[in-house]
């Protein structure tokens, strides 16, 4: 919609700016995680409603700083970056400035967000933060297309909405903060810098790890860029923003349940966690795998459909079929990265992701440079597979969880995976009776397999189906 009002040109504008936003969210150092945990062990002891102040407004000032630090040197940058960097004859120089201004602005308003969210999801405010952002969203998607459809089409207002949308979100977060922190009489809000030296060691820690993880994450795809061909790393992109779906299922659940655990490990209560990670592992299973497994068989009309290209879905299919298997396996792996780093365990998860680091290069390399593009999606195969045989049993080692270890590998996983990869396997090889060339009929038939695959994999998860089976009870008796 966008390129369509605005131009090809103009989207280009905005797709750089959200690069750079990506790029220099290193400078939040770990500091949205160390509220999220603060707040997830003391939220409900109002005794430590005047920590929690102080602790939230020292960190929102801090924020705020950075914030505007970082719209500073975006607005310095903008008459560089107007002239040098974006040399396009359908739009005027004047133009491009303005927008770099407008962007920087943006990004300034919108950095303190991140803070209030992790302060929020501490809180287990997951809700209502859900129905904020939802809110604001919607307001930002809509309301832009009415200004650019029937206000203006000039791309300087579309920014100027979009601006004022990011800061009244970034408002409204702030104002829930402040309104669901626990309350106390003797709660006093000031700024102490004796609290930044308390959650130093602990942000500064997990924004190494984030930044490691970032970068094991996209190691693949840089190293495979330089050695194969533009089409052929075109070929893996595509494969790859495909795989990276399953982080959508997985990377919510990981946020929402994390300040949970943070709290079960702060009260010591060993057993609650036992229980509650194997139901949110088995919760993942059901709602990942009927997904990848439909992707991993069916790659190629998947991508027949999504592409409408029938020679490049048969080119990117084989790339697919082990993307999508080393991303689940990957994803796998949340409910146990959540446990370790509710426990504090941050210094595990460093040396981890540093060794990841450190093997992944040769191996990417030696792959890609023997069988191309498919070596690459190997090396992903290898690496996150690696993790999940080895740092998994190191982590429930780690934790003295290792009774738990074999349950979580054949009752979690396995489980769930066996019947969805047989019913799979059986229909692979009535694929050509059930598979048609014309695209509805195949988009409704790839529509109802998941349907009766989520159907198998939500039916076996007795212990989601008694929960459920509860909530509703309890809604009924209360109704």
Known sequence: MYVRYLGVSAYGIIGFFATVQVLFSFLDMGIGMAINREMARHSQDMTMAG?????????????????????GVLVLSSPYLSTHWFKEPSLSQQT?????LILSLTVAVRWPYGLYSSGLRGMQRQVALNVHDLFWNLLKTIGSWVVIAYIDTSLITFLWFQFAVAFLQTLGVMFMLWYYMPRHADAKTSFDKNVLK???????????????????????????????????FGYYTIATNVSILVYNVSFPLYMAILPHFTRLFFENKMEDVKREFH?????LSCLLLPFSTVIFFYSEEFLWLWTKDAELASSISPILKLMIAGTTLNAMLMPLHTM?????????????????????IPVIILLTLKWGVLGGAISVVTLFGGMVAIQGSLIFYN???KDSLVQWYLRDILYFATPLVALALILVQLKK???????????????VITIIFYVISLSMNRQLLAFLRNRLLRRSKAA
């Open 51 to 71: 920590y929690l102040r102080t602790l939230s407004h020292t960190l929102q000032v801090v924020y705020w700083g950075i914030g505007l630090l970082i719209g």
């Open 96 to 100: 491009i400035y303005l927008s770099f």
């Open 198 to 232: 308390n959650i130093s060691r602990y942000a500064a820690g997990m924004g190494v790890v984030a930044i490691l993880g970032t970068v094991v994450l996209q190691l693949d795809k840089l190293i495979v860029s330089k050695l194969v061909s533009d089409t052929s």
């Open 279 to 283: 139901f949110y592992a088995r919760l």
């Open 340 to 360: 370790l780093l509710a426990n504090n365990r941050v210094r595990f998860m460093l040396y981890s992701n540093a060794i990841a680091f450190v093997l992944a």
């Open 399 to 401: 934790l003295k969880l």
């Open 433 to 447: 009776h059930i598979v048609t060339t014309d695209r509805w009929q195949l988009f409704l038939t790839l529509g």
